[in-house]
């Protein structure tokens, strides 16, 4: 069997497919691909994050869940292949630019529904409703207390400043995070003066950058640079291990447009074969009784601003938000990729 792996959500490459570390749950065994009680997931969120809420689903509304785990370019490349023999009711996966990906090519289908959209800010799902955020992620500045005065940070625009010659770090242009970033900083400052902020942060750069946010963030605990951009979440799984880990994060641009986010999320197949079952479960894991823990298992937030934020994310405080729909994350992704090359941030 051949999949499909996406390279920067643009460019494609096969790749035979095995050993890549797959989690089925059940799917093959299934006799009645169509029974009412059950739904067929695929995710890109790891086991450990997603599987106790669907045993809770399951266990509040007799609808067993049955999933695959995998990346989220192989999952789309496969409900591409499968067509309209899928199994598969529900694609769940993390950032707004892949869920766009993977409506632009067809894959999911409209969903219209009143709890969905009464629970999920317009801005964080898509309009068409082929999907919607489910846990929010805060992409913002990470720094060193004992090198950096927090009244020194502002915004991910300052950072391209001179006076950081030398001190930041970056993970590789090539993670989505970084693309979407830069897609909503386009919409909002256009091109032009976006790349002349990117080029300032490839000025900047102590390093070169690295695979990973965790990594990014550890070198800033080892003091190869003072400040750096990540998903908090990475912060927060040292913080859980070692409460005295020596950085610290900033939240970005407030009053100045708010912190970039992205959100974790989830979409009806387009040929789904149990469409009531998939509704059934989306509308669940957005509701008042589930997004607390869905959202914590992560260090995330819940997408339904109803839900408080639990754990170490409540002790971070309330922020300031970007607005902006993130359906442009999607749509201006290719655009944000080329800008990134030009400017030679890799």
Not at 83 to 99: K, Q, W
Request: proline share 5%; aromatic share 8%.
């Amino acid at each position: 069997m051949i999949r499909a792996i996406l390279v920067s959500s643009v460019v494609l490459v096969l790749i035979a497919c095995g050993g890549n570390g797959d989690s089925d749950r059940d799917v093959a065994g299934a006799s009645d691909e169509r029974a009412a009680d059950r739904v067929v997931v695929y995710t890109s969120r790891q086991p450990h994050l997603i599987e106790p809420l669907f045993d809770r689903f399951t266990a509040e509304t007799g609808i067993a869940v049955q999933f695959t785990s995998d990346n989220e370019a192989s999952l789309i490349e496969r409900l591409a292949a499968e067509g309209a023999r899928t199994s598969a009711d529900v694609f769940i996966t993390v950032d707004a630019g892949n869920l766009w990906f993977a409506a632009e090519r067809g894959l999911l289908a409209e969903l219209d529904s009143p709890e969905l959209e009464s629970a999920i800010p317009a801005s964080l799902r898509d309009e068409q409703g082929r999907w919607f955020g489910l846990s929010l992620r805060a992409r913002t500045l990470m720094f060193h207390p004992d090198r950096v005065d927090a009244g020194e940070l502002s915004t991910y625009e300052d950072l391209a400043d001179p006076r950081w010659a030398g001190r930041l770090c970056l993970r590789t242009s090539r993670k989505v995070y970084n693309q979407s970033l830069v897609a909503i900083m386009i919409e909002a400052h256009g091109v032009e003066r976006t790349e002349e902020i990117v080029r300032g942060w490839v000025s900047n750069l102590a390093t070169n950058p690295f695979a990973s946010d965790t990594q990014m963030i550890q070198a800033i605990a080892a003091g190869q640079c003072d400040v750096g951009i990540a998903n908090t979440y990475y912060l927060g799984r040292l913080l859980a291990d070692d409460p005295d880990y020596p950085v610290d994060l900033f939240w970005a641009n407030q009053g100045q447009g708010g912190v970039h986010v992205n959100v974790s999320g989830a979409g009806l197949t387009r040929h789904a074969p149990r469409p009531d079952a998939g509704r059934a479960l989306i509308e669940w894991l957005a509701s008042d009784a589930a997004q607390g823990e869905f959202a914590e298992r992560n260090l995330e937030f819940p997408a339904n601003p109803a839900v408080p934020a639990r754990g170490l994310v409540q002790d971070w405080g309330d922020f300031e938000s970007d607005p902006t729909p993130l359906t442009v994350a999607g749509e201006r992704q290719a655009e944000a990729v080329r800008l990134m090359d030009r400017v030679g941030y890799r």
